[in-house]
């Protein structure tokens, strides 16, 4: 069984660079969710979709963040331009509708110069 | 505004002991909890959960305990094991927004031989 896709794996890139993120999701999850991890403020909530719609963003910290779900397979979280505050692991979680737990990838390690 | 807090970051316990990790949260929407363990590089995984009609949820060497009128649960493992050496978090969820998991900011436990 695949699960919860993310590439990729680490991206190092200098402040002021668009960073695309990406995931994929466990086939058959109708759920999927972005989150960011950081030392200060652990796991936090960015956006989730249910059915490739987006429900909630109240967590996106600000314009430069954006994220779409083009199909039920793949999703993209974009940063524009990034800044050294952005680095953090960002996690993708998918889920099928109505019922817990959250699967989650491994992970993106994010680190900008 | 830290709605599920994990006092402890961390914890050591030696091999065969018994691991109580704590979690406190303030909001009491909050009906539906769970327990994630995380290994370095990788996501979080799913390990337990339980709903607030319960009290004690048991899997295995993993037991969740919930107190609702002091808003704490606990997860206990026994007997402790060092593979179980991570990072475990504690996460929330209220009916009605199933979908938004909040976390803790996690608790890691130490388990020595």
């Not at chain 1, 796991?43 to 967590?59: A, H, K, M, T, W």
């Amino acid at each position: 069984d695949a699960g919860v896709i993310q590439s990729p794996r680490h991206e190092v890139t200098e402040m002021g660079q668009e960073v695309t993120l990406r995931c994929k999701p466990i086939s058959g999850h109708n759920s999927l969710f972005w989150y960011r991890q950081t030392m200060m403020r652990g796991l936090e909530l960015l956006i989730y979709f249910n059915n490739n719609v987006p429900i909630d963003d109240s967590g996106m910290p600000e314009d430069r963040f954006s994220a779409k779900m083009p199909n039920a397979s793949f999703s993209t979280l974009k940063i524009q331009p990034s800044e050294p505050r952005d680095s953090a692991v960002y996690f993708c979680a998918s889920r099928p509708t109505g019922s817990q737990p959250q699967h989650f990838g491994d992970g993106t390690r994010l680190s900008i110069l | 505004d830290q709605q599920v807090k994990q006092n402890s970051p961390s914890l050591s316990v030696q091999e065969g002991r018994i691991s109580i990790l704590n979690c406190d949260y303030t909001n009491s929407m909050f009906d539906y909890f769970l327990w994630y363990k995380k290994y370095p590089a990788e996501g979080p995984t799913f390990l337990i959960s339980i709903s607030s009609i319960k009290d004690k949820n048991e899997d295995g060497r993993f037991t969740v305990f919930l107190n609702k009128s002091a808003k704490h649960l606990s997860l206990h493992i026994v007997p402790s094991q060092p593979g179980d050496s991570a990072v475990y978090f504690c996460a929330a969820s209220a009916t009605g927004t199933a979908s938004k998991l909040t976390f803790g900011t996690g608790t890691r436990l130490q388990v020595t031989l």
